[in-house]
């Protein structure tokens, strides 16, 4: 009994090896990595695989993985692989009571790709939403005529510095804390070179306090251009146009302090603003100064809404700015932009009534669920 017994026990546990092993370069990615793959029929009478790797024959195999898997597929990706070296591979299937191991197979090596098949879909926007950029770029170089809208806040700014100069008080500008790297801020620049242009004209004194040196000195070029072209040199100063603080609520008390002491009968907020937005604007807003705002800060309009008589919302500072000053840049990535944004709402739009008539209409019309699954499936970026 026992030397039968023990030959049936043994007899019962032999196990196969694993079939149909496969390696290959893991695709889409950076490199150094290889995809293995096998085939194992009976997995309810095995604990697990172990993934052996060497990098020539007959050299030595070291294990991968320490502890056992239970896949069917395993990705090598040990930082000690290298892209361009060949390898080689084979698998050991262990049971309770045996083990068995697959062909070696080889060589295989891994390597970077060019290009990420998965993102195809980011492909194609970014040619599309390039090629209209470039487009409108093109147009506005040849100088086609190309329509910007007034901005309603451009007819407060005469409006304002009118209502100042009959109060013979000055106006003060603010670009918030924005650097000059900021796209608001730059955008800013051309209304203060035209806020200027009018103070000069009226010889009204323009206050620009500023949290940034580089602003402070772009600010002080724009001024004294305007100034200058206005044929008032005479009136610039350049003290005028000051820095005070780059610390957030310092700042904000400085320029509370220069309203309270100059009152001046205008105020711009137009650039980058954060918390300190709604005390400057009800300082502003309490010495009955008529206020006119400007941010992309969506976070702060809310504020510069209930406190100012006149807000440019959101992207409305870069078309006002480009109707003040029409670059073919500025002008052509406004268009572009604006036609981004028509085509993709007409896109989401589609894609809405599409997935609500494939939910109304699942037996009438699958073929509307397919479709709009596959749209689905194109635009989710695959992990």
């Known amino acids: 009994m026992p030397i039968i017994g023990t030959i049936a026990i043994v007899a019962s546990s032999l196990i196969a090896p694993p079939e149909s092993l496969a390696v290959r370069d893991n695709p889409n990615d950076q490199g150094r990595a290889i995809l293995i793959s096998w085939v194992y029929p009976q997995t309810e009478s095995i604990i697990g695989f172990r993934i052996f790797r060497a990098c020539s024959l007959p050299d030595k195999f070291a294990a991968l993985n320490s502890e056992l898997i239970i896949g069917t597929e395993y990705l090598d990706s ?6 361009g070296v060949p390898y080689y591979y084979f698998i050991r299937v262990y049971s309770a009571y045996d083990s068995a191991d697959s062909p070696v197979i080889g060589p295989v090596v891994s390597s970077a790709q060019w290009f990420n098949t998965d993102r195809f879909n980011v492909l194609v926007l970014a040619v599309i939403i390039n090629g209209l950029f470039i487009f409108y770029l093109l147009r506005a170089r040849r100088n086609t005529g190309m329509f910007i809208r007034k901005i309603n806040g451009l007819d407060a700014i005469d409006e304002a510095l009118g209502r100042a ?5 000055p106006v003060l500008f603010s670009f918030g804390l924005g650097y000059i790297t900021d796209m608001v801020v730059i955008a800013a620049l051309p209304i203060l070179r035209r806020i200027a242009s009018k103070t000069a004209q009226y010889a009204v004194r323009l206050i620009v306090p500023n949290s940034d040196p580089l602003v402070m000195t772009t600010a002080q070029e724009t001024v004294k251009e305007a100034y200058t072209e206005a044929g008032r040199p005479d009136l610039y100063n350049q003290d005028n146009i000051s820095f005070l603080t780059s610390d957030q609520f310092g700042y904000a008390a400085g320029v509370d302090g220069i309203i309270l002491r100059e009152k001046p009968g205008a105020i711009f907020w137009l650039g980058y603003f954060y918390a300190e937005s709604l005390i400057m604007a009800e300082t502003g807003h309490s010495i009955g100064a008529i206020q006119l705002a400007g941010t992309t800060e969506t976070t702060q309009l809310p504020f510069f809404v209930a406190a100012c008589d006149y807000t440019m919302i959101g992207e409305e500072i870069y078309a006002a700015s480009c109707y003040l000053k029409p670059e073919p840049i500025m002008l052509g990535t406004i268009k572009g932009e604006d036609f981004i944004k028509f085509l993709l709402i007409i896109l989401i739009s589609l894609i809405v009534l599409l997935g609500t008539a494939a939910r109304l209409l699942p037996n009438e019309a699958p ?17």
């Open 78 to 83: 040990d930082t000690m692989l290298c892209d």
């Open 367 to 383: 073929f509307l669920n397919n479709l709009f699954g596959t749209i689905v499936n194109w635009f989710t970026p695959k992990s």
């Open 165 to 169: 100069t009959e109060m013979g008080k």
